[in-house]
């Protein structure tokens, strides 16, 4: 159970903004050296929080996020609990609307057709599954994060050893500009500031712990697996970091394949990998908020599952809105739409967390 919440972290943590390299770049790798040594200390911030609300909610036994965050704010919980609603509900629209944006750049990338037919082909796509194979996507969830983990692995540890020129050409390049080390601090914040969200997916997994205290060494676990995948994306992206064309990439990762070894093989490879990575984190959070709409569980009737119209129109709608934020682009989507779900969770998660830490001790007194 340590391990399997730890990898709950990893595999919400990566999806199609991380499969598809455009995170880390935007987040580390364009503050220059620094990037070998921000994304350690952006998971160890997430650490502490994630440990410490996860042992929050097994010494309290509350489950469900909305219990919870009844439990933890207390007396202020009217007036926390609700903002954290509507940090949440903006995290449904965002990420979704990442996974459209990366798998219609990927598509985009491969084939060259527009943008915004790209995503409108994907768009249909998870809509058609959303409504009819969220129960598969669900069930080859774990198998399909395996297969990226593994796909990312043949493509970045090959790339890594064969570009160590290119890394080293990277880190005299970046040492030269003499990139502020503030400036890399403050990425890395806001990055590990927009993560805290995930703190509502998280909690009702500490019922599976046999003690509150099993949360810190899980996350202790997940600290190690994010940290050390995020650092070998980082030096597979260094690779292409002196590559002009570079910087303005909106899928770094199928960039740096199509420049570097075996592009003929692992081309392919990555595309379908990072697609079918942003179509299920898709499909979940558009199934995910068509509960929420609509409010009730799907009716069964003989061996198959009724749909209803109200849950047609429910994911339709949800895939019309996250269509149109897609149109914003990866980039802009992955810089900006993060960065304002960053500013939203400091007053939400941030000062309460630090505040309730203080107070109680660390959730002793």
Not at 130 to 141: E, K, Q
Not at 167 to 192: K, N, R, W
Not at 249 to 277: D, E, K, Y
Request: glycine share 8%; net charge positive; aromatic share 14%.
């Amino acid at each position: 159970m340590i391990l399997g919440v730890s990898f709950v972290w990893f595999t919400t943590h990566f999806g199609g903004g991380f499969a598809s390299g455009a995170q880390i770049y935007s987040y580390f790798v364009r503050y220059g050296v620094w990037c070998l040594l921000m994304p350690v200390l952006a998971m160890l911030y997430n650490t502490l929080f994630f440990a410490y609300s996860l042992r929050f909610a097994r010494k309290h036994e509350v489950y469900d996020y909305r219990s919870y965050n009844d439990a933890f704010y207390g007396r202020f919980s009217p007036i926390f609990s609700n903002l954290f609603e509507v940090l949440y509900i903006c995290v449904m629209c965002v990420a979704p609307a990442v996974a459209f944006a990366t798998g219609g750049a990927t598509l985009s990338t491969l084939t060259g057709l527009p943008y915004l037919l790209c995503t409108l082909l994907i768009g249909v796509f998870i809509f058609v599954v959303a409504i009819f194979g969220t129960d598969l996507v669900r069930r080859v969830a774990s198998i399909l994060s395996i297969c990226i983990v593994a796909g990312l692995l043949i493509v970045y540890i090959p790339n890594i050893i064969a570009g160590f020129s290119g890394i080293s050409a990277a880190v005299s390049s970046m040492t030269q500009a003499e990139l502020p080390l503030g400036d890399a601090l403050y990425s890395a914040f806001l990055y590990g500031t927009f993560q805290l969200s995930n703190i509502a997916v998280f909690v009702q997994h500490a019922k599976s712990f046999e003690r509150p205290e099993d949360a810190v060494k899980s996350m202790g676990v997940g600290f190690v697996v994010n940290s050390l995948m995020m650092v070998m994306v980082v030096l597979g992206l260094m690779t292409i970091y002196t590559d002009p064309d570079a910087a303005g990439q909106s899928v770094p990762t199928l960039f740096m394949v199509q420049n570097g070894v075996g592009a003929s093989f692992m081309t392919p490879l990555i595309s379908i990998l990072i697609i079918l990575g942003a179509v299920s984190t898709a499909v979940n959070m558009v199934a995910a908020m068509v509960k929420r709409i609509y409010g009730k569980e799907k009716k069964t009737e003989g061996s198959g599952v009724h749909i209803t119209r109200k849950e047609i129109l429910a994911a339709l709608a949800c895939c019309l809105v996250d269509f149109g934020i897609a149109q914003f682009g990866l980039l802009t989507l992955i810089q900006k739409a993060y960065s304002f779900l960053a500013y939203l969770a400091i007053p939400v998660i941030l000062v309460p967390y630090i505040i309730h830490m203080a107070a109680t001790r660390f959730d002793t007194k």
